[in-house]
């Protein structure tokens, strides 16, 4: 079906986001909450988009809003610019320690914060990506805790998590570098939690934590004879498909 | 019977709804009961004791009803158990002084139904409310109830049911006013199993008990309606939510369900129709959050009460991700007289877009607070100043505010408007829960906007930027304007992140949270400004922005402020005019509040 | 656990087994417990998590999500002051004003002895009587700062 987006027509398939059919086409529209392998939170609301249908108007966010029927998309209107300006200046003024955060602010040339009370340090910008990446990948280990202006992400009682494998995967997918970890002499800290590093037998380097080692292991039960990191990893499969080619070719 | 005389009997009801309660109803009650039972038989009255959900004027608590004589006694304490039960319970005497004092009149009214708080209401969703014990389903059913389920069961095909709603015009009472019939309409259309119907009854606004005195004094309205609306849209399942802090009527809601079950209105086949629902109750958690329909479901589910993006319709997939139809606890009340009396005879009631009636709880500066049902299109005038009495005190009126913290301060000069749901919204409130609380000169309308920010920022969930992040802010900034640190710059501010706040938030709580300070700027803005530039509030609420004179001229050096000051901060000798030291005084308002002669006045900030 | 620990699992299994293992239970479960030690121990939510096969993470989200909830001991007599709208402007933040005098606590602390704690609610609705407070579940309409010292002299244990 078609959809016109600030003016141009383009394809998309029914009940497909706004977003990702911009995306595909190459229209910008910013993002922080929404990640490929964790999609559809809508709670940074940094995609809102102005959407006409059926003669009405509405600020939708377009990483949740399906096109189900003839529509008409502004993504940067005067109204949506303004808004998100003050969405901007909203985080900026939560996490002014981001650099994403940052850089955001430049583009979007907000002025620095003379009005409220800012903690120069806070990053995070309560997006909710780690919670759900370490939901997603089954130790749940960190959550959101409270409500309203109190909510923040934490471990249980704000200890070292007992859950956690050290898996780092809330540090990779947070968009804001809000998630502290450290690595130094064989071990990895994580949420004030300390774990041991355990080495590639190829290449000796230090990369996965002996939880998450056990974790792949036993509960996905993914082979695990030799204990190789990610590069020594494809350089074995190219090793072993180029010996196979070699031996077709014989 | 065997050819007996059939001895007279003399019902008593006795409010012990939570407002009577406190005041004490209980033991009335009690001691009422004792008394009949030392009756020795024989005697020619039997006298037939219930305990009743809130009458509406808690204000007048703890309250006595006698029948059929039509009797109305106020402010009952124990120790007029002996004199009612002896003249009254006995032999059909009037006692005077307990009668109910109609507050313009000054007159005592024998009948609650002459009283001026009482003839201008019509009451659909609070019929049986303080005339029938709730814990009793017999008395729900002596007054028709289960008569509409009836009807529906085994005259009316679910599509009937829908129709009739629909051709009603009943709309949602807990906010937005969304279409029933439509609603219902919707969920029945989606062929999707298993559906479920859901009443919200994690009534949060502060200042509104309407869904609390239902669930407490006539579950079985709400249960009945809950059954229609299951059979019309096809579902097998229901719950009720209810606030936790709510015991009561968590108490008489299970124990309706249970009674339900017993007579063959809940459970399989029920009444032999083929047609089977079970219904639980949910207690809610103590979240504000959760009256919104996707986070309520989600506390349903066992889970925190974060709403979810709804581009997508409960009635298509709600709990559980399936079907679902969500309704207030008075849109449940309702749906029974629907099908009993007809579309046409309610859609007859109200306005040309709100039909039927709707509750209020008419609270604050007034003089009779308690709880109302009036039809809609009444003017908010005649509510406030007619069944309410108007202002108690010496304040005079400056605002009402309707919808709670998503709704806005209505001022004096809109006081004729209609009160139904789209008049309210275009005059930048809206209806909400029903909620209406009247302000007087002594309210501070700016102090009034941060009170409702301040609640919404513990009360968001937090997950959504403009809401979690937008309110704090706006919030921050109204409490520099209250503590004196307000710029000029501020209001513009306000009204800016305003129109984000409300555009692009998840949920209706965000979505309607500026509202308070949108309708607080547009009426009262030169309370702001007063704040702002002038450093002084006007109401004497900031108390940094507030000190008291005692005017010269008024004071008649009667010494009761002296005497009454907490701080020790006022002096003088009697005879002579009183005096208030600044350094001492704590601006409590004690002073104000006891001078009989208008002596005590607000001035700005003090000087240092 | 105000009691031993084996008598205070014991209490917590009682209330577990009344359940389902569904996790639509699981605020009904909290509650439960909230009602029996006036908070949630520790221990009880391990439990809870090993019932339901709910992450540790999740209850403690819930928790502290929910005011119903809490994770601190609360005092033998809860008093609640409703700051609601009607209680508000007529004069609850007063009442407040006074308990924190006359107990030196704030709202969400407990006194030294255990006996008191105080909170602040958003509307008990018993509007018609503000201002209102409640202590356990008695309720104590049409305050005055004036009053406050009586009712918390009269309230023992």
């Known amino acids: 079906m078609k959809v016109i987006i600030d003016d141009k027509e383009f394809e998309a398939e029914y009940g497909e986001y706004i977003l990702d059919v911009a995306r595909r086409n190459g229209i910008h529209i910013p993002t922080l909450c929404h990640s490929d392998t964790v999609p559809g939170q809508g709670s940074c609301r940094l995609c809102i988009v102005e959407v006409y249908e059926r003669g009405k108007n509405k600020v939708v966010v377009s990483c949740l809003y399906p096109i189900t029927g003839e529509i008409k998309v502004y993504t940067n209107s005067e109204k949506i610019h303004r808004m998100r300006r003050n969405i901007i200046r909203l985080l900026a003024a939560r996490a002014p320690g981001s650099e994403y955060i940052k850089k955001l602010k430049e583009e979007y040339g907000i002025p620095e914060e003379t009005r409220f009370i800012v903690d120069e340090k806070e990053k995070c910008v309560l997006c909710g990506l780690c919670v759900k990446a370490c939901e997603k990948l089954g130790s749940m280990a960190i959550s959101t805790v409270n409500r309203g202006a109190t909510k923040k992400v934490a471990p249980p009682f704000e200890e070292p998590p007992v859950d956690c494998i050290g898996c780092a995967s809330c540090a990779h997918v947070c968009p804001t570098g809000a998630i502290e970890v450290r690595e130094c002499k064989g071990k990895r800290v994580i949420w004030n939690r300390t774990f041991e590093l355990l080495k590639c037998t190829s290449c000796g380097r230090y990369f996965i934590t002996r939880e998450q080692y056990e974790y792949m292991k036993n509960r996905l039960g993914i082979d695990m004879k030799e204990l190789l990191c990610d590069r020594c990893r494809q350089k074995s499969t190219a090793e072993k498909l180029v010996s196979l080619y070699k031996k077709l070719l014989v | 019977m065997n050819g007996m005389v059939q001895v007279p009997r003399r019902t008593v009801l006795v409010c012990c709804g939570t407002g009577c309660l406190a005041n004490n109803s209980m033991e009335i009650y009690k001691k009422l009961k004792d008394k009949a039972a030392e009756l020795e038989s024989g005697f020619p009255v039997i006298p037939v004791l219930k305990a009743t959900g809130c009458n509406g004027l808690c204000e007048r608590g703890p309250i006595i009803q006698v029948l059929p004589d039509d009797i109305f006694y106020c402010k009952v304490s124990v120790s007029d158990v002996d004199e009612i039960f002896e003249r009254t319970i006995l032999k059909g005497d009037v006692i005077e002084r307990l009668l109910y004092l109609d507050a313009s009149s000054g007159k005592r009214v024998r009948s609650f139904k002459e009283s001026e708080f009482y003839k201008k209401q019509f009451k659909i969703a609070l019929r049986n409310i303080g005339q029938i014990d709730p814990a009793c389903i017999d008395d729900y059913i002596e007054r028709g109830g289960y008569e509409a389920l009836k009807k529906a069961l085994f005259e009316m095909s679910p599509e009937q049911v829908i129709s009739e709603i629909e051709r009603s015009g009943l709309r949602g009472r807990g906010g937005a006013g969304f279409p029933t019939g439509y609603k219902w309409r919707q969920c029945s259309k989606t062929n999707d199993f298993p559906k479920y119907v859901v009443c919200n009854g994690d009534e949060g606004d502060p200042g509104a008990f309407m869904d609390r005195s239902i669930m407490e004094g006539d579950p079985h309205s709400v249960i009945e309606g809950m059954i229609i609306g299951a059979y019309a849209v096809g579902a097998e399942k229901g719950f009720i939510y209810i606030r936790d802090e709510y015991s009561l009527a968590v108490r008489n809601v299970s124990k309706a369900i249970e009674d339900a079950y017993i007579r063959g209105y809940l459970g399989r086949d029920i009444m032999g129709s083929g047609f089977s629902l079970d219904i639980e109750v949910v207690r809610g958690g103590g979240a504000f959050v959760c009256g919104e329909s996707t986070a309520l479901m989600a506390s349903i589910e066992g889970r925190v009460g974060e709403p979810r993006v709804k581009y997508i319709r409960s009635t298509e997939k709600g709990l559980w991700g399936k079907p679902t139809v969500l309704n207030n606890v008075e849109t449940w009340a309702n749906v029974p007289v629907i099908i009993t009396r007809g579309a046409e005879w309610f859609s007859s009631i109200g306005t040309e877009k709100s039909k039927g009636t709707k509750v209020f709880s008419l609270v604050g500066k007034v003089k009779n607070t308690g709880l109302i049902e009036v039809p809609m299109g009444m003017t908010l005038r005649e509510i406030i100043f007619g069944i309410g009495g108007g202002i108690a005190g010496s304040g005079k009126f400056k605002a009402v505010q309707t919808g709670g913290p998503s709704g806005g301060c209505i001022p004096e000069a809109l006081l004729d408007l209609p009160v139904d749901f789209d008049s309210l919204s275009d005059a930048g409130s809206m209806m909400g829960s029903g909620g209406m609380i009247v302000m007087d000169d002594r309210t501070c309308m700016v102090e009034v906007a941060r009170y409702y920010l301040k609640f919404l920022s513990e009360e968001s969930c937090g997950k959504c930027t403009p809401c979690r992040e937008g309110i704090r802010r706006m919030l921050e900034v109204l409490e520099d304007i209250c503590a004196g640190e307000g710029r000029e710059e501020d209001i513009e501010l306000l009204l800016e992140l305003s129109e984000t706040v409300k555009e692009a938030s998840l949920c209706g709580l965000g979505k309607t949270a500026p509202n308070p300070v949108l309708t607080t700027i547009k009426y009262f803005k030169d309370e702001y400004l007063a704040h702002i530039k002038e450093k002084r509030c006007p109401a004497g609420v900031c108390k940094k922005l507030t000190s008291y004179r005692i005017n010269p001229d008024l004071c008649r050096g009667c010494s009761l402020c002296a005497k009454r000051c907490p701080a020790g901060a006022i002096s003088g000798k009697q005879g002579k005019i009183y005096e208030i030291d600044q350094g001492i005084c704590t601006v409590c308002g004690t002073c104000r509040e006891v001078c009989r002669f208008g002596a005590v006045e607000v001035a700005g900030r003090a000087t240092e | ?157």
């Open chain 3, 1 to 157: 656990m105000r009691e031993k620990p084996e008598e205070g699992i014991l209490k917590v299994k009682s209330i577990l087994e009344k359940y389902p293992k569904e996790r639509r239970f699981l605020l009904a479960i909290l509650q439960d417990i909230q009602k029996t030690y006036n908070y949630l121990p520790r221990e009880a939510l391990n439990e809870v998590r090993d019932y339901l096969g709910i992450p540790l993470s999740s209850l403690y989200s819930m928790a502290t999500f929910y005011k119903a909830l809490s994770l601190k001991p609360k005092g033998r007599y809860v008093i609640k002051v409703c700051d609601g709208t009607a209680c508000h402007i007529r004069g609850s933040l007063d009442i407040v004003e006074e308990i924190k005098k006359q107990l030196s606590i704030s709202p969400g602390e407990v006194t030294k002895d255990g006996k008191f704690s105080l909170e602040t609610v958003n509307c008990l609705g018993s509007c018609a009587l503000a201002p209102v407070m409640v202590i356990n579940d008695k309720y104590y309409g049409n305050l005055k700062p004036a009053m406050v010292k009586d009712i918390l002299e009269s309230t023992g244990d």
